[in-house]
């Protein structure tokens, strides 16, 4: 929302689906969730951003579409930075240390060192019980699991975390100190956090974790956040599915080969180079 105070421009970005969203909870994975607590700017803080200096502020939804569209697909990506969001977010801890790698954000965790740790551990839905990957060492297999196997894994992931719950509450009941007693508490463990990031650095984050190579529930995360962020800035997302997550960078021998191709010769890629080319245009 744009309105002028004694002569000042003043743009405090206020946005009704947005807004409609702030505190609510979004659920991922069996007890985690996401929650938007704050938000600044939004699609008209990017085109304000990037006009300023010239001294206009958005335009027609066209105009500003089209300029957010060339802003993207240009990399000129100063304006996303205008843009930060703060997540309140519940996430069991193996998926917090891979998020945690993302170091262009800002972030406060609850202290197992000060609080009491709360019996909340992941358990996978039985759909999510999978064999090893053998062609991909960071994935899951499609290969069926019996039932009676899936059901045993499911016993061995509660029994171990109820235990390991068990012996952390004697530990605490017996007055040893809380930052001593969470220490065989397994990574399954759901911790806290709030965490900020601007835009630009937000959909990096989003583009590695919704990838099809990242693990399924920090991609469960990616979606669910990736949604929340479409009611801050409708315009910006769009250009980001199609210029970044629907987009894929070429090596100049998969460019040439596609050069190749418009003219009319021959694709020239073959063996393994051919297998990642088509991956990448064809996933
Ligand atoms: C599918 C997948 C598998 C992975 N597997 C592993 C693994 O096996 N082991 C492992 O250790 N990690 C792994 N990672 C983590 C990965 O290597 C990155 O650390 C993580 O994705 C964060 O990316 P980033 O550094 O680009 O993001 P951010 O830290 O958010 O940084 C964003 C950008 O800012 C710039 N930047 C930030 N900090 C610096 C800096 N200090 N110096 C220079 N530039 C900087 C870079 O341009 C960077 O791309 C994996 C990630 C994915 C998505």
Request: net charge neutral; aromatic share 10%.
């Amino acid at each position: 929302m744009e309105y002028i105070v004694g002569g000042v421009f003043m743009a405090r970005c206020i946005v009704p689906e947005a807004e409609a969203i702030l505190d609510k909870e979004f659920k991922v994975l069996d007890k985690g969730f996401i929650r938007l607590v704050d938000y600044m700017g939004s699609d008209a803080r990017i085109v304000q951003a990037a006009r300023v200096s010239y001294g206009a502020g958005t335009k027609t939804v066209r105009e500003d579409k089209g300029l957010i569209n060339y802003l993207l697909r240009n990399e000129h990506t100063s304006p996303f930075e205008q843009v930060v969001f703060t997540f309140h977010v519940k996430l069991p801890i193996f998926v917090a240390r891979q998020w945690i790698r993302h170091r262009t954000a800002r972030l406060n965790e609850i202290s197992g060192r000060y609080s009491i740790m709360n019996d909340d551990f992941y358990v996978p839905s039985v759909d999510d019980i999978a064999f090893q990957s053998s062609d991909n060492k960071q994935g899951r297999s499609k290969n069926v699991v019996p039932d009676d196997l899936k059901k045993k894994i499911l016993d061995i992931l509660t029994e171990g975390q109820d235990k390991s719950y068990a012996d952390y509450t004697e530990m605490v009941e017996s007055g040893i100190a809380r930052e001593l007693a969470r220490i065989n508490l397994p990574l399954s463990t759901y911790t806290e956090w709030y965490w900020q990031i601007d835009l630009k650095n937000l959909f990096h984050f989003l583009k590695l974790r919704m990838d099809s190579h990242a693990q399924k529930e920090i991609r469960d995360y990616g979606f669910v956040m990736f949604d929340m962020v479409k009611k801050v800035c409708p315009l910006a997302c769009e250009a980001f599915e199609n210029h970044i997550l629907g987009g894929c960078r070429l090596s100049e021998a998969e460019r040439k080969a596609v050069a190749n191709l418009l003219k009319g010769k021959e694709l020239d890629l073959s063996g393994r180079a051919l297998e990642i080319f088509s991956a990448k245009v064809l996933d």
